[in-house]
């Protein structure tokens, strides 16, 4: 009885040892491509959801906007939905200032002595929006900008920008672009050009030279020079009222509009696709001789 126990129990082992053999010799007949191991299915599944949170040419789905705290005026929780309704398939951060000091902190804190040596909250909010864009890329736009409509044709270049017509004849070749709406892939290497740039000019008052358009415009016209990834589109697309011309009847700056008055502007410019309404709340704090040559 012992011995044909024995004899069934050394048939087993071997049936399975002959099975084995067997599944070795199909695998090695099948094509590798068959054979898909669970860290490759991983892989290729985080790459589909990579790439679904993206745009064909690298710029990430997310918007970023920045206020003082997240109880936002009216009308710029109005403009704010206007993002959401364009664009509702992109993630949006609303960064508070307190947000801002907790991202430098923790992300850039080789960054920090010249952040708090930026005398007013316009110059923090100015350079942390570059690291915005550095860090996580995506679209950067104010609290006073509207999106119209969708522009998706618009983004096929790694940076884009749109330009404000800042005297009556439109400077194709030095545009004047405002740091108001910004799109970009994640770590450009420009942004770190700009704020480079910040850091060289800690003696300037005046927040548009010391960390705003002039200063995003000196690095982005030499870097163009040598670039072709980003574009600058026209006025009419992406900010064609102009503050400084004030080139319409019924828009008005310094949120001086009603809802009424805001729908009267938009018909000045029925092609656009982005609107800035120019509300110049960063004024607040800089010196009355910056501010009239502001408004």
Known sequence: MAVN??????????????????????????PQSHYITMSVYNSHVGQQQHSSMMLPSGIPKIIHQSWKTDDLPVHFAHWSKSWKRCYPDWSYKLWTDTDNMAFIQEHYPWFLPTYTSLDLPVMKADAVRYLYLWHYGGMYVDMDVECIKPFHQFMRHKLVFGAMNFTS???????????????SVRQHPFWMQVIKKIQQKLSEEDPEKMTGPDTLMAVLHKYMK???????????????FSWKLKNSQNCKIMDEMDENQVEECKKDFPGAYVLNYHSHSWLSGVSKEIQQQKV
Do not use: C, G, W
């Open 169 to 183: 004849d439109y400077n194709e070749s030095r545009p004047y672009v405002q740091n108001n709406f910004m799109i």
């Open 226 to 240: 040598n670039h072709d990834d980003v574009v600058i589109y026209p006025p009419k697309v992406f900010n064609p």
């Open 5 to 30: 126990m024995t004899n069934k129990y050394y048939a087993s082992i071997m049936v399975l040892i002959l099975l084995a053999l067997v599944l070795i010799s199909f695998r090695h007949v099948l």
